[in-house]
């Protein structure tokens, strides 16, 4: 005789959910064999019972069953909102950023906008990183007042931000920069900052194909001409000067 597998064993010793259901089925067969129409009567009513219960216990099964699936969807949302967003501000991340400007630029122009919070390393320096946290936080509610909907948002450092414009030329971007930097001007940060704290912009205007290092590396040259100009101003790249990286915390 052939030997039980594991698989077998282990599906006849698993409960059976339904139980009481079979053995009100099979009681039922059997009473419709050979019974009177009182022995029917009783039988149908066990029957319906238990098929109701049956029922009641399926809808409870899908019920749970929803539940999980849409707690699996939720969580699906939320590791995928941690994995393209920065921690801090909500905004995309630099991977996030460099996904949205490749995507952007394969159908259409775009403009990039890079943007450093002044003598930031000071603020950390006199205050603490947690108020320098509370500044950068103040410097993006600046950015999603003017940007709304326009384009993306993104933090590539520290204290470093992308805006990303599909579709947008240099002259309606530069405006659009300037308005950015007026409102990180204007804006006073609250104790112990109680000043003003500004923010210098380099801008690159891209046809559609460019790729993201020129993109990036162009935005880059403009900001480094900003910071070296005097700061709290707006630049834009000449693609044909590339100046050298900037020093980091200037």
Known sequence: MGSTSSSDAAANDAPDLFKTESEALEKARAIHANADAEQCRVALAELIGNFERLMRETRRLIGRSDRAEREMHALTQQLQYRATHDALTNV?????VIERTIKALRIDRAVMILLDIDDFKKVNDDYGHPVGDAVILGIVDCLRRIVGDQGAIGRVGGEE???????????????????????????????????????????????????????????????????????????????QVVCPAMPAGD
Do not use: C, W
């Not at 930097?181 to 204007?186: E, L």
């Not at 923010?199 to 070296?228: E, H």
């Open 161 to 239: 931000f992308t805006v990303v414009l599909p579709g947008y030329n240099l002259s309606d971007a530069l405006q659009l920069a300037e308005k950015m930097r007026g409102a990180i001007g204007s804006h006073v940060f609250p104790a112990p900052v109680n000043r003003r704290i500004t923010a210098s912009f380099g801008v690159s205007a891209n046809p559609a194909r460019t790729d993201f290092d020129t993109a990036y590396g162009l935005a880059d040259s403009a900001l480094y001409k900003a910071k070296r100009g005097g700061r709290n101003r707006v630049e834009f790249a000449n693609p």
């Open 92 to 96: 995309l991340n630099r991977s996030a």
